[in-house]
């Protein structure tokens, strides 16, 4: 659902600029992609923006870019493995996890409660660089707890390679976290606390939930502010997600694409982070913030980004 709200909110932002706009999805194909970026090549585009759904898997339409002086600009997604990629615009990834982790922190009151609580952790698809730092961010903030006992992963699932989602999907999330139900929770043991990297894995989490667990509902994180968590979250089966104003960084790759047209120095706030395999991209990172029961009237009704009946 974001990805559609990105591209729709973006095209009508450059067309009101004075471009002329060729949005396309590829419905999570990358083979699909990797066709329509190099047919946005032929017919002579002056700038790319990839959201890319697999970021290693566009090298030989960047090198078409290169051939033919193309910039190129990944959003919210880093390209990986080429020099080709001239500017990444995205939210500060590593501060998505540790907004997560500091959230799970002070509801169960780590600092001061005597614990044990049982975590579970559900994380994103290895082929999105975003990903591992969006995992990485939340487990620094909640590493200190695990060491100490404070929290406890009952299945023991921790390293990003066992707890990764791939494609972000929804029913995979969903699959494994039946499979951890059911081998380790099924004798009445709690859970207390699920990390979830996005809504599309949470919602996972959540179906499984439903179906193959009758212990108390555990605080749930999330990421995008999909309508459908944020329902759950209004009936109290996800306790927060992560909101990217999409319309914020949307405007930014706008400034950036003029900037780039008019041969302008192009904002970037981050020359260090973000290295691909092949260089440091230089970046402009926007700030999340997150919503939940207290606050989600301010962050997405009276912002704009959702109608009250959107979530009725």
């Known amino acids: 659902m974001r990805w559609n709200q990105d591209g729709d909110y973006m095209k009508s932002e450059l067309e009101a600029a004075g471009y002329d706009v060729d949005l396309q999805y590829a419905a999570n194909d990358a083979g699909t992609q990797l066709s329509q970026v190099e047919n946005m090549i032929n017919s002579g585009c002056d700038v790319l923006v990839i959201a890319a759904i697999e970021g290693s898997s566009l090298g030989e339409a960047l090198d078409m870019a290169e051939s033919k002086n193309i910039p190129v ?30 959230f799970i922190k002070d509801q169960l009151d ?54 990764a989602t791939v494609q972000w999907k ?39 939930l439903a179906s193959n667990y009758t212990g108390t509902y555990p605080i749930i994180t999330g990421q995008d502010c999909d309508i459908a968590n944020v329902k759950n979250m209004l009936e109290g089966k996800q306790a927060m997600s992560v909101f990217k104003d ?53 962050i997405l009704i009276e912002s704009g980004y959702y109608a009250e009946a959107d979530l009725s």
């Not at 590593?94 to 982790?101: D, K, L, P």
């Not at 005597?114 to 994103?124: K, R, V, W, Y």
């Not at 790759?253 to 120095?265: A, D, L, P, Y």
């Open 246 to 298: 999409t319309r914020t960084l949307a405007k930014q790759v706008v400034k950036m694409v003029g900037q780039i047209i008019n041969n302008e120095t192009v904002d970037v706030n981050d020359t260090e982070t973000y290295d691909n395999g092949k260089k440091v991209v230089p970046s402009y990172l926007c700030e999340p913030v997150f919503a939940d029961i207290d606050n989600y009237q301010t």
């Open 73 to 102: 600009i990944a959003y919210d997604r880093l390209l990986m493995e080429s020099d080709t990629v001239d500017y990444y615009a995205t939210f500060d990834n590593y501060m998505v996890g540790t907004i997560q982790g500091n």
């Open 110 to 163: 780590l600092d001061n409660a005597a614990g044990p609580f049982n975590l579970e952790i559900t994380a994103g698809d290895p082929g999105d660089n975003n990903a591992l730092f969006f995992y990485q961010g939340a487990m620094d903030v909640l590493n200190p707890y695990i060491e100490e006992g404070k929290l406890n992963v009952v299945s023991g699932q921790t390293e990003f390679s066992d707890v």
């Open 170 to 208: 929804t029913e995979t999330s969903q699959s494994r976290a039946e499979t951890i139900l059911s081998s380790y929770y099924a004798d009445g043991t709690n859970v207390d606390v699920w990390l979830c990297s996005n809504d599309s894995t949470a919602l996972g989490v959540e179906n499984a």
